[in-house]
């Protein structure tokens, strides 16, 4: 069972920077891609950001792209999401998922998630 284990959410004032960590527990880590997702209350889970196996590719929400920047280290079995220019609208808890085969925007291709971390951006 792939595990994956989020880290480095907190409360900001708006305009800070966060760096989020995903800790994935699987030997085989550098076969998968990897994701970031949020969801705010009310709200549906959000795709924010996608990177390949290998790193050589990167995919943005047009919300978050300029501002945000997905980055793995696969000899340390981890996933980072560096989140700059924070504004309030980025409040959500954020969650790491890890894909065998799919590259991809959509949740449903995902098939292991963290348990998710809170952000929380003050005005």
């Known amino acids: 069972q792939v595990q994956l284990v989020e880290s480095g959410g907190g409360l900001v004032q708006a305009g800070d920077s966060l760096r989020l960590s995903c800790a994935v527990s699987?030997?085989?880590?550098?076969?998968?891609?990897m994701g970031w997702f949020r969801q705010a209350p009310g709200k549906e889970r959000e795709f924010v950001a996608a990177?390949?196996?290998?790193?050589?590719?990167?995919t943005y929400a047009d919300s978050v792209k300029g501002r945000f920047t997905i980055s793995r280290d696969n000899a340390k079995n981890t996933v980072y999401l560096q989140m700059d220019s924070l504004k309030p609208e980025d409040t959500a808890v954020y969650y790491c998922?890890?894909?065998?085969?799919?590259?991809?925007?959509?949740?449903?291709?995902?098939?292991?998630w963290g348990q998710g971390t809170q952000v929380t951006v003050s005005s």
């Open positions: 998922a890890a894909s065998r085969s799919h590259y991809s925007s959509s949740p449903y291709d995902y098939s292991y």
């Open positions: 699987e030997r085989t880590f550098r076969s998968y891609h």
């Open positions: 990177i390949t196996w290998g790193g050589g590719s990167t």
